[in-house]
């Protein structure tokens, strides 16, 4: 089997899930996971369902050639985006099936954050397709490979504020005109 590109911090407190040859376009699918990258699982699945809506467009960083703008693509801090329901779609299955994986392994669902997605060009299925006077066309989809790792954020907690008065630096110049001080 093949290895996962990264290897999760903590493998007790996160899942991992794949999926190869999705019959999913990758370049939409590529914009669409760089979209939902770092947000937690029900964020994602919301922002996913009303992309398929076609409320919030995803944004088209790289590949965004004949792309067109929108002004909805500015909260994003882009001008240019699409709804790519198809690969919404298989990412929400995903999603789907990362909350299952996660109850089985007992983890908290909603701390459950995606920590890290890649999309990978997987190899082309070449097609015909048959057009007028006898003639014959390439028909190339491009599919891809997806894999995602979800993690447990951890909850910060602050230091008391004693500690960090107490360990707070001074400078050598501060130090010696105390120490002079001190001898006067």
């Known amino acids: ?30 914009e669409t996971t760089q ?20 409320k919030p467009w995803v944004p088209f960083r790289r590949y965004n050639g004949r792309v067109r703008r929108c002004a909805q693509a500015k909260q ?5 985006g699409r709804w790519p329901k198809k690969s919404a779609e298989f990412l929400l299955h995903m999603l789907k099936n990362a909350e299952r994986n996660a109850e089985i392994k007992g983890l908290d669902v909603d701390a ?35 894999e995602m790792i979800q993690t447990g954020k951890e909850q910060i907690v602050p230091k008391p504020e ?10 050598r110049k501060k130090r010696k005109k105390q120490m002079l001080m001190a001898q006067e």
Not at 162 to 171: G, L, R
């Open 1 to 30: 089997m093949i290895p996962y590109s990264l290897d999760p911090e903590n493998p007790t407190k996160s899942c991992k899930l794949r999926g190869l040859n999705l019959w999913v376009r990758f370049k939409n699918t590529r």
């Open 35 to 54: 979209a939902i990258k770092g947000m937690h699982i029900r964020k994602a699945t919301n922002y996913l369902k009303n992309v398929m809506l076609q």
């Open 76 to 80: 994003w801090g882009w001008i240019q």
């Open 112 to 146: 459950l954050a995606i920590e890290h997605i890649q999309v990978n060009k997987a190899p082309k299925m070449r097609h015909r397709t048959y057009r007028a006077h006898g003639r014959i066309n390439p028909h190339v989809s491009s599919p891809c490979y997806i």
């Open 162 to 171: 004693e500690e960090a008065a107490q360990k707070k630096k001074i400078s």
